[in-house]
């Protein structure tokens, strides 16, 4: 139902509220009370004078019974009911809901949003504890230490033998343990203190160079136009504060002007225009390998698609996330991406509608080609490695679309014939 259709549910609504009987707002606008029926109900079409009068009586501005909910209400009760796996009938009443029960709406809602940003934050501190080295060194310490103790402590309760020269002894152990304890207690809390959040604390070369493509918005004009270089660029990044991080940064941008000298960004666009962001066909257009059109498409920010790169070994090289398509911060991605599919052929060009699971369900395609890279030598293996566009899709419900998750540990499907750990969504943590 159209949002402006639903003005006599929202008057019904707003009566409600207002402990009014049908009959009595009937009265006092001067009209029958089955004729307020028909309003409410959505039977007849209100506006001009009797709306203001209404509005009037109920206490509201006529634009709270026009317009109803906001739009980012209505869109996240359409995203909680696409996450549930509702019908797309149930999904699109949610105008409905939001009319007739805005209180409740927005408690929905409410919830919805919390969900999600929990269901993050578990994400993010699961990737850190298994990833973060000094974190899971800290963390084992203190498990370690405190089993120490409860041993220790067990001994002493349980042994009434014990002779004081032995009771002496696991007194002085439990005492140092106990300090060492709260020593690593303490620069635990520090390490965590140091920074500004989960995400700040004990920034990797990783975290560094995502922050500094973020905030180049992956699009670097003065490169493209030849007005500044890479070891410029990575010279005054402020962001890129490690070695590691200015190395991997200076092989993106040099990636990035070695593309724009073969295919200028304004050439990509024109061909775009005509060809839409067909990889074959650019790249026939274009005269240049599909990798690199992945890459240029990627690199314009009016289209918002998202690319990944891996090496051989399957580590994630580049990340640009499309809306509502995860990549994750750490480890080890899905090994059902399309993107590794690319690795065992490559030169063949994959394209794969995909359903990524996790808090809901996101639809999208993938198209995924694997290159050599690197000279040739004799008697050694060729360096590969894949490229993954990935655009969004309309619908989830592709009936040859590839159930895949953002990586094991936040996807639920099960069974799973690639899955390596159970998933904190679906055992729990």
């Not at 679309?401 to 936040?410: D, M, Q």
Request: proline share 6%.
């Amino acid at each position: 139902m159209a949002r402006e259709g639903l003005t006599g549910s929202r008057i019904r609504e707003r009566r409600s509220v207002a402990g009014l009987r049908q009959a009595d707002l009937a009265r006092s606008l001067g009209i029958s009370a089955s004729y307020l029926n028909l309003i409410e109900h959505n039977r007849r079409r209100i506006g001009g004078k009797l709306l203001l009068d209404i509005a009037r009586v109920l206490d509201v501005e006529p634009s709270m019974l026009t317009e109803g909910a906001e739009a980012a209400l209505i869109s996240t009760l359409r995203e909680a009911a696409t996450q549930a796996n509702l019908p797309p009938a149930e999904a699109e009443r949610a105008d409905e809901l939001a009319g007739r029960f805005p209180g409740w709406a927005e408690v929905l809602a409410a919830g919805h949003r919390r969900i999600a940003s929990l269901e993050r934050t578990v994400e993010t501190l699961s990737d850190r504890l298994t990833h973060d080295p000094h974190l899971a060194t800290s963390v084992h310490e203190l498990l370690t230490t405190a089993a120490a103790i409860r041993s220790t402590a067990a001994i002493l309760a349980e042994d009434a033998d014990l002779t004081p020269e032995w009771r002496d002894r696991f007194h002085n152990n439990i005492n140092q343990d106990s300090r060492r304890l709260a020593d690593s207690s303490k620069a635990l809390v520090e390490y965590l203190d140091a920074g500004q959040g989960v995400e700040d604390a004990g920034a990797s070369p990783q975290d560094e160079l995502e922050a500094f493509l973020t905030d180049h918005n992956f699009a670097f004009e003065a490169l493209e136009t030849g007005a500044t270089t890479p070891d410029t660029m990575v010279a005054e990044a402020a962001t890129l504060r490690s070695t590691a991080a200015r190395h991997m940064a200076r092989g993106i941008l040099q990636t990035v002007a070695d593309d724009a000298a073969r295919a200028p960004r304004a050439l990509v666009r024109r061909a775009v225009k005509d060809l839409g962001p067909e990889p074959v066909a650019l790249a026939r257009r274009l005269e240049i390998p599909v990798p690199m059109v992945l890459r240029r498409l990627a690199g314009l920010p009016e289209l918002d698609l998202g690319l990944v790169v891996c090496d051989r070994a399957g580590s994630l090289l580049f990340r640009k996330a499309a809306a509502g398509f995860v990549i994750p911060r750490f480890g080890s991605a899905c090994a059902l991406w399309p993107l590794f599919a690319a690795l065992a052929q490559p030169g063949q060009v994959i394209r794969t509608p995909i359903v990524q699971l996790g808090r809901g369900r996101a639809a999208f395609q993938c198209i995924a080609v694997a290159e050599v890279v690197g000279r040739p030598t004799y008697n050694t293996a060729p360096l590969v490695q894949a490229s993954m566009l990935v655009l969004p899709e309309a619908s989830a419900d592709t009936p040859d679309a590839l159930e895949v998750g953002a990586s094991c540990g936040v996807c639920p499907r099960e069974p799973c014939p690639g899955r390596r750990e159970p998933s904190i969504l679906a055992s729990g943590l």
